[in-house]
């Protein structure tokens, strides 16, 4: 049943690929879609303040539920008033469910019907999942979006197998659809099915006859090659409800926004903006530049010349950062995530304006070109 | 010989205590004194943006000159347009002479009378500084203030040990002034002497005799019980030349920098405030608070109310904090130390205030009496 508090506008079909240009109203502001989300996995994205993260046009987070549930617990995160109160971001919030991260993080888990069974990877007590427990987590953490628990198959799986959670996912979902209380939470449904086309279009249309508020598209980009994800988003993309926000889970790497987009998708996450940062790796328009290496010990350009995040405008240079980098400073972990995420804040503003102007594949065929997509 | 680049104006002195207000004009900006210099060893203050420190009032960084040494090098640094330039820092700066370093940190070093040999900690190379190495050195880097090299006995050393690397240091300082040739930088000699009044007497009065731009007073805070340091400061200022900044190197504890003030000392520097932030722990004015601790899981006030920095004006709560530090989040690093930094910078205001109102000796009794001193 869709949250009448949450409002999406259609607002653009680009003519060259299909791609949409969207809004989305949420209780803590607009979502200008497509849009790429920072991850602040533990109430905090990894070296970056809230107002630095506002300044770079972030204009919604993802926080991990499974990772908030074991520390600080969603209890207290409740009493704080919540994740935007606790972490100090009155942005829009979208919390994952933890299916993904009890699936693959947590140690010996056990799938049973009614949900799943693991081991804190932090204490090695043992907790158990449910689509209930999961909505009293997500609606005590608070997101503007939660998402629904879902078994998420590994790739690769048999087609019994992903049929299978695929179709407990679907239980579960109605599950989380009773659950779900909060009035000023929405809550997304997620499309599964493996590589398998007939199963993510049987997921699609499961999902699109309960009316959620948004869909998810889970357990892609799990291992399987980029191409076979392409095919199932062809597949299943014409299934999906066309007034309603698509989100490709755990996906962002700059050639994925730009094919995700093509493949009319509307949000994306992906921890790699922030990861490869901390490894000294910075994202630019003619490629990866690992700044570690002694090619740019004596390179006094800024990360990429005509950025404009704080490290590139205010001349903090390449020898600079390998500098930091070298000593382990915390400066370059700083520097360089602010620039990975405003460079992909950044690219989905000119995604935005380029469906706006009907000219997408233009733009992808010039962002691969310079090797901005590499 | 004075550098006339360089104005220090005495504007008061506390009748209550005689601690000074002063100001010192250097290429980059002016400093008002007494003033606390946060440490930015490798060419950056650990966890912070330089706008960052800009905002919370910072006037003065200082450098260290062993470790830009042995990474990324002086030449590189010169290569970049210099110290400034090359971390985008564009207020003065103050660079020790290593001094410290290759007797404290470096591995293996011999003392001989042209200079210091030592490995490097890094790769184990062996280096030699001497009086003229060090000049060109800190020359490369260009701070606004140059520290002359000097020996620094540890502590405890006996008298004879003391007085041989005092007379050392002056005979070195010599060489320095000889050296030195940038006009668009001050050299400032090193007090020694160990713990014996007769020395710091006498090095004082060496110094004074040279007509310096300012001096420091090195080789406290080596171990030595703190009565005994201002002990030490208390016999050697009459000595000091009154129309010169002083300069106590390495030590700015709140309880120091008080008691620094009040007998007659200018400048500080001290890694104890982004240190100990690092560890979750945080300077307040009613003692040191290790947010680590459990006691702060569901305190939901700031680190200090009422603290104008931007952990605190921006309701980031100990519950949180604490949080951030158990999950090794950076963002702790980067809260604590702004916060830490901030605390100690408003401190040095209250007590500029204080100085130009003869109310010094109140202001420690109230900040002791909360606990701030602690």
Chains 1, 2 share one sequence.
């Not at 799943?116 to 909505?135: A, I, K, Q």
């Not at 087609?159 to 679907?170: C, G, L, P, S």
């Not at 520097?335 to 000219?359: C, G, K, P, V, Y």
């Amino acid at each position: 049943m869709r949250n009448p508090a949450f409002r999406f506008e259609l607002i653009h079909v680009c003519a060259q690929t299909g791609a949409r240009r969207g809004r989305l109203h949420t209780p803590h502001g607009i979502i200008e879609t497509p849009c790429y989300m920072p991850v602040g996995t533990q109430a905090t994205v990894k070296a970056v303040l809230p107002r630095d993260l506002k300044e770079i046009g972030t204009m919604i987070l993802l926080a991990n539920t499974y990772h908030l549930f074991e520390r600080p617990g969603h209890e207290l995160v409740k009493e704080a008033g919540g994740l935007h109160s606790f972490m100090r971001w009155d942005g829009p919030i979208l919390t994952d469910s933890g299916g993904f991260q009890v699936f693959s993080l947590a140690a010996s888990n056990k799938i049973r019907e009614d949900g799943v069974e693991f081991r804190s990877l932090l204490d090695g007590r043992l907790h158990f999942f449910t689509p209930e427990s999961v909505m009293e987590i997500e609606e005590a953490l608070g997101a503007d979006i939660a998402m629904a628990f879902d078994e998420c198959a590994p790739y690769p799986s048999t087609h019994d197998y992903a049929r299978a959670a695929m179709e407990r996912t679907h239980r579960w979902v109605k599950r989380c659809i009773a659950a779900h209380t909060r009035q000023d939470q929405a809550l997304f449904g997620i499309v599964q099915g493996g590589t398998y086309k007939d199963l993510r279009i049987e997921s699609a249309k499961f999902l699109a006859d309960l009316d959620m508020t948004g869909y998810g598209i889970g357990g892609l980009s799990v291992g399987e090659p980029k191409p076979l994800m392409y095919e199932m988003l062809e597949a299943l993309m014409p299934f999906m409800p066309k007034d309603r926000p698509r989100y490709l889970m755990g996906v962002g790497s700059p050639d994925c926004l730009v094919e995700g987009v093509m493949h009319g998708i509307d949000m994306f996450d992906c921890v790699l903006q922030t990861r490869i940062a901390r490894n000294g790796l910075a994202l630019t328009s003619t490629g990866k530049k690992m700044l570690r290496n002694s090619a740019f010990a004596h390179d006094f350009q800024p990360i990429e010349p005509g950025c404009d995040c704080y490290a590139c405008k205010n001349s903090f240079t390449r020898a600079y950062i390998r500098h930091l980098v070298k000593c382990k400073e915390i400066l370059a972990s700083q520097l360089i995530t602010l620039h990975n995420l405003r460079f992909s804040l950044r690219l989905m503003e000119q995604i935005r304006q380029a469906i706006e102007e009907d000219r997408l594949l233009d733009l992808r065929n010039e962002l691969a070109e310079k090797g901005a997509l590499d």
